[in-house]
């Protein structure tokens, strides 16, 4: 997914979260967290800034809310303490997506053991 | 702790500098504000991240939060909530140590400076990105005479996000 891709999916995902906080069935029901599909499962993770995580991962992948939140320390330590990060701005920071990958590959051995 | 002299002396330059660019001391201390602002807005992720916090149910709690949680983490100080008024949307936070003012003196020439304007900054920042429109401001500053540093930190108001969709249209 190229960065116009990701925004498109973002906006998405924008309207749809209001939409279903406003059709919610449960009271005190604040967002979505899970989406299961039948090629893959979305997360997502949203901070009490507003600021939302997801991470689309194979059916029934274990400890999504755990690399998440793993993510979101990665993005305060490397997008938001970078001082030329803009706010809101597109993500282009080597050192977040170096860590970000590394996260993730230690992720799937953990999980896969190997 | 090595590096909290330099943090200390980092501080100092940085408003000494304010001062020799800026002259006026009441635009040193919107200048410092503002700084503060900017990074209280960044800022509040990495405490939310880091923390592990999860919502606090009324002002009162946010209160604690900063004073006890956010002051250490991020100052390595603890800090005291205090003078609550009666519908808990005013309070004070109370420092009795504050790694800024290592070495301080303020020179007869700064009278007015909120030297650790900064801070007013950061917390309003920080509360702005969890909905919460904040007014802080000094009570008592120790480098202008005063027996401790306090924060008056009022709830102007909560500002949930709100979503752009009218049901009537």
Known sequence: ?114 | MQNAELFTLTYGAIVRQLLTDLEEVEEVNKQLDQMGYNIGIRLIDEFLAKSNVSRCVDFKETAEMIAKVGFKMFLGVTASVMNWDADGTCCSIVLEDNPLVDFVELPDTCQGLYYCNILSGVIRGALEMVAMKTEVTWIRDMLRGDDAYELQVKLLKQVPEEYPYKDDE
């Open chain 1, 1 to 114: 997914m190229d960065t116009n891709d990701s925004l498109r999916v973002a906006s998405l995902w924008h309207s749809m979260h209001a939409i279903s906080q406003q059709l919610s069935p449960t009271t005190g029901c604040s967002e979505i967290e899970l989406l299961e599909a039948d090629t893959f499962d979305l997360h997502i993770f949203q901070s009490l800034t507003g600021t939302k995580f997801f991470v689309v991962c194979e059916p029934g992948t274990q400890h999504m809310e755990a690399l998440l939140k793993v993510v979101y320390e990665l993005y305060t330590d490397y997008v938001l303490n970078n001082p030329f990060y803009e706010t809101k701005m597109p993500i282009r920071c080597e050192l977040f997506d170096i860590n970000l990958t590394q996260a993730i590959q230690k992720d799937r051995v953990a999980l896969l053991g190997r």
